[in-house]
């Protein structure tokens, strides 16, 4: 299966690239700015051009599988929050719609409601907006929501919930590994969740959602 990763030069990104280059699955990872071919380029890994601001159908086509970790990132105003992680996500969704990528994993948030009152509700309304269209596609999507991103190791344990409000934190690395499982897992077709760092081991509570 080739799998695009959309946002792939992002911290969490970066980290789910690495395990994904070492797994069965063809890889191209989605890059934004030519300066950051570079790094992709010594880990063996292909790129391609898009911006999420844009059609990206180019990138898209040939893929069987999508992982959208793109995010406009905190150093951003409101307008490019809007831009990337609500509309730019719904361009990636028409685009694995026209272009046959019928799997579809994506990055959100916990917390993420488009009545959001958050000190970060811009980012969890346009989350919860993306979220929404992707569950009326016909695309085996999953969904999921990680707390707070630490830098901490992964431990590989993980609390999961159907429910998807709360608090707590979730290491990248935890992060990163339930995103590459997640492709070859059925079960969480059609599935949102939260994760979190817990108890369970990281195969055992996907293969519970």
Do not use: W
Not at 56 to 75: R, T, W
Not at 104 to 133: G, P
Not at 159 to 176: D, P, V, Y
């Amino acid at each position: 299966m080739k799998v695009l990763v959309i946002g792939a030069n992002g911290n969490t990104a970066t980290r789910m690239v690495r395990q994904l280059k070492s797994g069965p699955h063809e890889l191209l990872a989605m890059i934004r700015n030519p300066a950051q071919r570079a790094k992709f380029d010594d880990m063996g890994v292909p790129t391609v051009l898009a911006d999420l601001e844009y059609p990206i159908d180019h990138a898209v086509m040939g893929c069987q599988a999508i992982i959208f970790a793109a995010g406009s990132g905190g150093h951003t105003g409101k307008d490019k929050t809007v831009l990337v992680d609500h509309i730019g996500a719904i361009r990636a969704m028409v685009a694995a719609q026209v272009h046959g990528a019928k799997r579809f994993i994506m990055l959100s948030s916990i917390n993420a409601d488009i009545n959001s009152q958050s000190r970060i509700a811009h980012y969890h309304k346009a989350k919860a907006h993306a979220d929404n269209h992707l569950r009326q596609t016909d695309l085996d999507y999953t969904v999921i929501c990680p707390g707070g991103l630490t830098d901490d190791p992964g431990t590989g344990k993980v609390a999961i919930n159907s429910k998807l409000k709360g608090a707590g934190k979730t290491s990248r690395e935890n992060l990163a590994a339930a995103l590459v499982m997640s492709l070859d897992l059925e079960n969480t077709i059609g599935k949102s969740f939260s994760l979190l760092d817990g108890n369970t081991p990281l195969k055992e509570a996907l293969q519970s959602v």
